[in-house]
């Protein structure tokens, strides 16, 4: 039975018993806090919360580590990512904690440390979603409560402007690229991700439907190229312009099918640095295009499909977005553009509509009775 007896010193003890037999005991300086504490384990107990608690004792990093080392799922790129974000930003500080220990507010003044240090708020977000992961986790094992992190206010990102080429700047762009023209048009006209436009292979490629099929992407880890799928675990076919198409038939003839469509001026992998280096960064500065990067081409085939009359779920799938929630967010500003053209084709429609029901009419009245 839960007790609470006043100690010589004028402090309160409050003491249980867990289901393992175990006693454990706090010391108050208010009764009503020894019983508050009590009432609150009793309440745990019955509601299937309680959490021993020698098992909240294990360090964060000792829990991390144990996390990202079940986190089979993770893409190389991702899997940097949370290694980089935690021994830069949250080991330093949660290392040496106990998990028992980690509060709401210690993760809200360690959130706002780390901004006012100066670090970017998508850094600051990134680090505080990697220590919520592996709280989550301690969650999920029956170690904690609850997730601390949950719910700290975090700075917001600010969006970086996206940059949407129109057809002449592409053409503009492509021709200062030289032997790239075509890595430059396939890039600007089917959305897909540069990693995954590297890893194309030419047998994933279906000329006469105009389809790319996109399986393979490629990502450079500490200086080493690393394949796998593509960033949502999907293929997916996107479409190609007949002009593209037409153009890349003749690039990949006497090519083999496992053969990549697009490589290095000396044969191989096209690695997204040199591709940079010592063609698409030079190229923008030829067309004008200070401070495009090659994922905007990326923006930029999304902004000439919405133009061309593509829906929202069809610029998803040729993104490889999980959702069209997504699309929409990054997107749905230009389907907005398009909202005089819906209402004036929803008036033409309606004209035609009604000039039919009139000349129906009209025909049934000269009908002879």
Same mark, same amino acid.
Do not use: C
């Given at each position: 039975?839960?007790?609470?007896?006043?100690?010589?010193?004028?402090?309160?003890?409050?003491?249980?018993?867990?289901?393992?037999?175990?006693?454990?005991?706090?010391? +108050?300086?208010?009764?009503?806090?020894?019983?508050?504490? !009590?009432?609150?384990?009793?309440?745990?107990?019955?509601?299937?919360?309680?959490?021993?608690?020698?098992?909240?004792?294990?360090?964060?990093?000792?829990?991390?580590?144990?996390?990202?080392?079940?986190?089979?799922?993770?893409?190389?790129?991702?899997?940097?990512?949370?290694?980089?974000?935690?021994?830069?930003?949250? !080991?330093?500080?949660?290392?040496?904690?106990?998990?028992?220990?980690?509060?709401?507010?210690?993760?809200?003044?360690?959130?706002?440390?780390?901004?006012?240090?100066?670090?970017?708020?998508?850094?600051?977000?990134?680090?505080?979603?990697?220590?919520?992961?592996?709280?989550? +986790?301690?969650?999920?094992?029956?170690?904690?409560?609850?997730?601390?992190?949950?719910?700290?206010?975090?700075?917001?990102?600010?969006?970086?402007?996206?940059?949407?080429?129109?057809?002449?700047?592409?053409?503009?762009?492509?021709?200062?690229?030289?032997?790239?023209?075509?890595?430059?048009?396939?890039?600007?006209?089917?959305?897909?991700?540069?990693?995954?436009?590297?890893?194309?292979?030419?047998?994933?490629?279906?000329?006469?439907?105009?389809?790319?099929?996109?399986?393979?992407?490629?990502?450079?880890?500490?200086?080493?190229?690393? +394949?796998?799928?593509?960033?949502?675990?999907?293929?997916?076919?996107?479409?190609?312009?007949?002009?593209?198409?037409?153009?890349?038939?003749?690039?990949?003839?006497?090519?083999?099918?496992?053969?990549?469509?697009?490589?290095?001026?000396?044969?191989?992998?096209?690695? $997204?640095?040199? +591709?940079?280096?010592?063609?698409?960064?030079?190229?923008?500065?030829?067309?004008?295009?200070?401070?495009?990067?090659?994922?905007?081409?990326?923006?930029?085939?999304?902004?000439?499909?919405?133009?061309?009359?593509?829906?929202?779920?069809?610029?998803?799938?040729?993104?490889?977005?999980?959702?069209?929630?997504?699309?929409?967010?990054?997107?749905?500003?230009?389907?907005?553009?398009?909202?005089?053209?819906?209402?004036?084709?929803?008036?033409?429609?309606?004209?035609?509509?009604?000039?039919?029901?009139?000349?129906?009419?009209?025909?049934? $009245?000269?009908?002879?009775?």
């Amino acid at each position: 039975m839960p007790s609470i007896a006043r100690r010589p010193g004028g402090q309160w003890r409050a003491r249980y018993r867990d289901v393992a037999g175990k006693e454990h005991a706090r010391h +108050f300086a208010r009764k009503a806090d020894a019983q508050a504490w !009590l009432d609150s384990i009793t309440t745990s107990v019955h509601t299937g919360a309680y959490v021993d608690p020698r098992k909240t004792r294990i360090t964060v990093t000792e829990w991390a580590g144990q996390w990202l080392s079940t986190r089979v799922d993770l893409k190389a790129t991702t899997r940097r990512g949370y290694d980089s974000a935690l021994r830069t930003h949250v !080991l330093p500080v949660w290392g040496p904690v106990r998990l028992g220990d980690v509060t709401y507010q210690g993760v809200a003044g360690w959130v706002a440390d780390l901004y006012r240090s100066g670090l970017s708020a998508a850094t600051v977000r990134q680090a505080h979603r990697v220590l919520s992961l592996v709280l989550t +986790f301690a969650v999920r094992d029956g170690r904690l409560a609850r997730n601390p992190a949950t719910g700290v206010p975090l700075p917001r990102a600010a969006r970086k402007e996206q940059v949407f080429l129109t057809h002449e700047q592409v053409d503009a762009l492509a021709d200062a690229a030289g032997r790239d023209r075509l890595v430059i048009y396939f890039l600007a006209y089917t959305g897909v991700r540069y990693g995954e436009m590297a890893a194309l292979r030419v047998r994933n490629l279906n000329l006469l439907r105009r389809r790319a099929l996109i399986t393979e992407a490629v990502a450079d880890v500490n200086g080493h190229a690393v +394949f796998g799928t593509p960033k949502t675990h999907q293929r997916r076919q996107v479409p190609v312009p007949r002009f593209l198409a037409d153009d890349l038939a003749a690039h990949v003839a006497g090519k083999g099918p496992a053969e990549f469509v697009f490589t290095a001026e000396k044969g191989g992998l096209l690695h $997204l640095r040199n +591709f940079r280096r010592l063609s698409f960064d030079p190229a923008v500065r030829a067309a004008g295009l200070e401070g495009l990067t090659p994922h905007g081409l990326r923006h930029t085939a999304a902004s000439l499909a919405i133009a061309s009359g593509a829906n929202v779920k069809v610029v998803q799938t040729m993104l490889g977005h999980q959702s069209a929630t997504m699309t929409l967010d990054l997107y749905g500003h230009l389907l907005a553009d398009q909202l005089d053209e819906v209402a004036d084709a929803m008036d033409a429609a309606r004209a035609s509509g009604a000039a039919r029901r009139a000349e129906a009419s009209v025909t049934a $009245l000269r009908l002879p009775h």
